[in-house]
């Protein structure tokens, strides 16, 4: 073959599925639909979209969507604290059963599984926080099954659990990106203020591009080359 000749490649794929096992994350995975007296509640397959608009947004400079970023992030650390220090309790408890006693994990003989199309990392970490609630609502149901823990136990637990990720959907919900460039908001014209007045002042660190999630792409500009990630005293050239 001639060393000079371009390589053409595809792009990489794979198949990427979730498996649940509980009707309690089945539940947070679908949402609700909006009805008389209940307002709608985002699932993870509206939230996996706005990770995925606000991917994109961050990639062509929409400050915003940084910020988005960011909270969701720093939404996702916490609630993944949270589950796993309900999981431990839990852990803890089983430990105090009887050694004689043998119990093995409870696991769905017909789960639920979703093939998953997810273009953003924050996506992923979302899914992978519903599985650890999978997981914490596997040993509460077992715990209270095993007498453990009483029903009103385990509805504590599940509700604690469940409610991290309504809260992570929730944040997502209000999250919007601008539609604008960190340039327009330099320029300070009349969108730009308009969009800054309906959508609250920026940190500093995030309108100069000095703060970004850890998973923010790259910068694309028209003029530029792609610019990753800066840190404070880093230079773009």
Same mark, same amino acid.
């Given at each position: 073959?001639?060393?000079?000749?371009?390589?053409?490649?595809?792009?990489?794929?794979?198949?990427?599925?979730?498996?649940?096992?509980?009707?309690?994350?089945?539940?947070?995975?679908?949402?609700?639909?909006?009805?008389?007296?209940?307002?709608?509640?985002?699932?993870?397959?509206?939230?996996?979209?706005?990770?995925?608009?606000?991917?994109?947004?961050?990639?062509?400079?929409?400050?915003?969507?940084?910020?988005?970023?960011?909270?969701?992030?720093?939404?996702l650390e916490s609630a993944k604290a949270s589950i796993?220090?309900?999981?431990?309790?839990?852990?803890?408890?089983?430990?105090? @059963?009887?050694? $004689?006693?043998?119990?093995?994990?409870?696991?769905?003989?017909?789960?639920? =599984?979703?093939? *998953?199309?997810? +273009?953003?990392?924050?996506?992923?970490?979302?899914?992978?926080?519903?599985t650890d609630y999978d997981v914490l609502a596997r040993?509460?149901?077992?715990?209270?099954?095993?007498?453990?823990?009483?029903?009103?136990?385990?509805?504590?637990?599940?509700?604690?659990g469940g409610r991290q990720l309504r809260g992570l959907?929730?944040?997502?919900?209000?999250?919007?990106?601008?539609?604008?460039?960190?340039?327009?908001?330099?320029?300070?014209?009349?969108?730009?203020?308009?969009?800054?007045?309906?959508?609250?002042?920026?940190?500093?660190?995030?309108?100069?591009?000095? @703060?970004?999630? $850890?998973?923010?792409?790259?910068?694309?500009?028209?003029?530029?080359?792609? =610019?990753?990630? *800066?840190?404070? +005293?880093?230079?773009?050239?």
């Amino acid at each position: 073959m001639d060393a000079f000749h371009p390589l053409e490649l595809g792009a990489l794929r794979s198949n990427i599925s979730l498996t649940l096992h509980t009707f309690h994350a089945a539940l947070i995975w679908r949402g609700r639909t909006a009805r008389p007296g209940a307002r709608p509640i985002l699932g993870m397959a509206g939230y996996i979209q706005v990770t995925n608009r606000l991917k994109q947004a961050a990639a062509r400079d929409d400050p915003y969507a940084d910020w988005a970023m960011c909270q969701l992030e720093a939404k996702l650390e916490s609630a993944k604290a949270s589950i796993g220090e309900l999981i431990q309790h839990l852990k803890r408890i089983h430990e105090d @059963r009887p050694g $004689q006693v043998y119990v093995g994990e409870n696991l769905n003989q017909h789960p639920v =599984i979703l093939p *998953l199309f997810i +273009g953003s990392q924050l996506g992923f970490l979302g899914v992978y926080l519903l599985t650890d609630y999978d997981v914490l609502a596997r040993r509460a149901l077992l715990a209270h099954h095993t007498a453990l823990i009483t029903q009103q136990d385990m509805a504590r637990i599940l509700d604690s659990g469940g409610r991290q990720l309504r809260g992570l959907f929730d944040l997502a919900q209000r999250c919007k990106p601008s539609g604008l460039s960190r340039e327009d908001f330099q320029a300070n014209h009349a969108e730009a203020q308009a969009v800054r007045a309906r959508l609250g002042a920026l940190p500093e660190d995030i309108l100069s591009g000095v @703060r970004r999630s $850890q998973y923010a792409p790259s910068i694309v500009r028209a003029r530029a080359s792609p =610019i990753t990630n *800066l840190h404070p +005293g880093e230079s773009a050239t």
